[in-house]
């Protein structure tokens, strides 16, 4: 009998044990104000994924490009991560500026700032250098393999010496 609680019980931790292992790794999205507080400890770049609840695009880039594995180490390794829900009309500061939603519109004036006033469709994403300038954004869907050379070009500085063109040759 007790060679056979010895078993159960070595089976029972082998499979808490698998099962732990198997999880997934995910992106470790923060706030936009947590984001800009650990920046000013430990610098990183900072990547804002504006979405919203009702865009079909942004949630096929949730399911694709933010839970593929080399996306997510280099994300969490190189930059904060923000998700940013651009309806959500929340008080928020970034640069001294107080930013939220004016009288009758639906978009929190930061997503409009961050996209220098170019919002023109979802998911969009900006690309924030440690000092909180805005070195890039995009709107659309970005396939993983194309969003993670996108993140090494920010994330490695090569913006500084490289152009875009260029980069995407190699």
Known sequence: MPKLQL?????FFFCIGFSFAQQPERIN?????????LNKTA??????????DWCGWCK????TSFEDSAVVR????????????TERCDTIR?????????????TNDLAMALMNNKLDGYPSSV????????LSYYSGFIPSNDLLKILRYFGDNQHLSTSWEEYQKR
């Not at 923060?30 to 507080?37: D, G, P």
């Not at 610098?43 to 979405?51: A, C, E, Q, S």
């Open 60 to 63: 096929k880039m949730d399911k």
């Open 29 to 37: 999205w923060v706030s936009f104000e947590k984001a800009t507080e």
């Open 127 to 134: 690309y924030i250098n440690e000092k909180g300038e805005i």
């Open 74 to 85: 280099y994300m969490n390794t190189n930059y904060y991560a923000v998700k940013f829900n």
């Open 43 to 52: 610098p990183r770049k900072i990547f804002v994924d504006l979405y919203t």
């Open 94 to 106: 970034f640069h001294d500026r107080v930013f939220t939603c004016q009288p009758g519109n639906r």
């Open 7 to 11: 078993t159960s019980l070595l089976a």
